[in-house]
């Protein structure tokens, strides 16, 4: 069974521009969340979807959004780059998003902002 | 509100040591708990979870982490250390009616041949 697949892998940009980050979970799971990892302030909680809908939202400004397909596949848009948004950006997986059902981690997008 | 204390960024420990990383926690229900590992360049991935039930929790790689309630911790311990441990170790907890996880700051384990 596939894991949790993140593309792309490495991505630069500059400040002012937006970017867009794929996650794919594993077959059959429907949760999704999306997680920030910097040096400074660790693993922080961005968005949960669930069925096309955000469920839960973590404490980001405006300029990080997300969407949920049918598929679950699930995208997070960063517009309007700074340069504190490098970081290591982590999707996670699991089934019906209960909190007793573990999280599944991909191996995430590191972001780099110039 | 839920929160979690790991103690000791670093922690190293000679190959064949008992390993031991502490990890608090501050929950005003009862938690979920976990504890993942990231090795460079790669996500996280789960060691164990605490849920209910038993509160001697066993993982995969030989680690296992006991649930104290009165000390609210929840601390990773392995009998002997390998060098294929080296990596950073996250204590995390699920936050009620969610399904986010709330991760401490993570504690960087060194094991020295």
């Known amino acids: 069974k596939a894991g949790v697949t993140q593309t792309p892998r490495y991505l630069i940009k500059t400040r002012g521009q937006q970017v867009t980050l794929s996650c794919s979970p594993i077959?059959?799971?429907?949760?999704v969340s999306w997680y920030q990892q910097t040096p400074g302030q660790g693993l922080q909680f961005l968005f949960e979807y669930f069925s096309e809908t955000q469920r839960n939202k973590g404490n980001f400004p405006g300029r990080f959004s997300g969407r949920q397909f049918s598929n679950s596949r699930s995208e997070m848009n960063v517009s309007t780059l700074e340069l504190g948004d490098s970081a290591l950006y982590l999707c996670a997986s699991s089934l019906i998003g209960d909190r007793n059902q573990p999280q599944h981690f991909g191996d995430g997008t590191r972001l780099s902002i110039l | 509100a839920q929160s979690v204390t790991q103690l000791g960024s670093h922690v190293s420990v000679s190959e064949g040591a008992l390993v031991l990383l502490r990890c608090n926690y501050s929950?005003?229900?009862?938690?979920?708990l976990f504890w993942y590992v990231q090795y460079p360049n790669q996500g996280l991935q789960l060691l164990l979870k605490y849920t209910t039930g038993a509160t001697l929790v066993k993982g995969i790689n030989g680690f296992e982490a006991e649930f104290k309630k009165s000390e609210t911790s929840f601390h990773l311990t392995k009998p002997s250390a390998h060098m294929s441990d080296a990596a950073e170790y996250f204590c995390?907890?699920?936050?009620?009616?969610?399904?986010?996880?709330?991760f401490g700051t993570g504690t960087r384990l060194t094991v020295i041949p």
């Open positions: 995390a907890v699920s936050q009620t009616g969610a399904n986010n996880l709330f």
């Open positions: 929950s005003s229900v009862p938690p979920y």
């Open positions: 077959s059959g799971h429907r949760s």
